[in-house]
């Protein structure tokens, strides 16, 4: 049986004292994780101190939250995939990017590219607004969303469904929304390619999720994993999620 995939996306919530203390705790707790692939997406300036601290745990992987377009140049500010030593993983178009930083699906694709083409996988986040979802238009803002995947071959590619209603909220779907919404994915994504590359593509869900509800979301039979928020940047809240696929 696969391992359930925890994306724990940290956001700005933790600073590098308090990442390493997480990564030591979780070194004396390891067990706790034997049933779940993690992955942690630091704040990009504790990346390097957290990959230190992991090299005993080689095991759990690591990713940036976000990424430049460019490589290399004059982009002040920007934070480049060849920045670090080796990172796993780089989140694109998070629901915060897209609406706290005005990305567009032009710039989401334009940093799917550059992430795969530069050998890392990504995890494409997509997913409705509540006045989407109340207008009826979930299915064809997830549509527009994945518009932008290339129409060959793709690999290092994961889809996180995350409605942008959930994030923080507390509100998490009924497991028939969910259902729906990554089958529509799925269908799509088998629309684009061969079978052989949609068995490749994990389906994560993010929003909300806590350990009081992981149980009910892994009755999704799509379900790969999750992404997680405010729920990953506590140890004690982590661990009690890996925990119950225990
Ligand atoms: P949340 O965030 O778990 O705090 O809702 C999820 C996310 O933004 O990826």
């Not at 724990?8 to 390891?30: C, G, H, Q, R």
């Not at 706790?32 to 745990?57: A, G, M, R």
């Not at 060849?82 to 897209?98: K, M, N, P, Q």
Request: proline fraction near 2%; include cysteine; charge should be negative.
């Amino acid at each position: 049986m696969n391992r359930t995939i925890l994306a724990a996306n940290w956001k700005m919530y933790l600073n590098e004292d308090t990442s390493i203390d997480f990564i030591k705790k979780m070194s004396s707790d390891i067990e706790s994780f034997s049933n779940s692939e993690v992955i942690l997406f630091p704040s990009h300036t504790c990346i390097s101190q957290v990959q230190k601290e992991l090299k005993k745990l080689n095991d759990i992987k690591i990713g940036m939250q976000d990424c430049d377009i460019h490589t290399k140049g004059a982009y002040t500010g920007g934070v480049s995939l060849h920045g670090l030593s080796h990172i796993d993983f780089c989140i694109v178009g998070h629901s915060e990017r897209r609406l706290l930083y005005n990305e567009s699906d032009e710039v989401v694709k334009n940093k799917l590219e550059t992430v795969i083409s530069n050998g890392v996988n990504a995890i494409l986040c997509v997913g409705e607004t509540k006045e989407q979802k109340n207008d009826g238009n979930t299915f064809t803002v997830i549509d527009a969303q994945l518009s932008i995947l290339p129409k060959d071959a793709i690999s290092r590619l994961t889809i996180a469904y995350e409605p942008v209603w959930s994030i923080g909220s507390g509100e998490v779907p009924s497991n028939k929304y969910i259902e729906d919404v990554l089958s529509y994915i799925k269908n799509k994504l088998k629309s684009l390619y061969s079978d052989e590359i949609v068995e490749k593509i994990n389906l994560l869900y993010g929003g909300s999720v806590d350990k009081d509800n992981i149980n009910r979301l892994l009755e999704v039979k799509l379900i790969d994993g999750f992404l997680i928020g405010s729920a990953s940047a506590d140890f004690e809240s982590f661990k009690a999620i890996a925990d119950k696929l225990n």
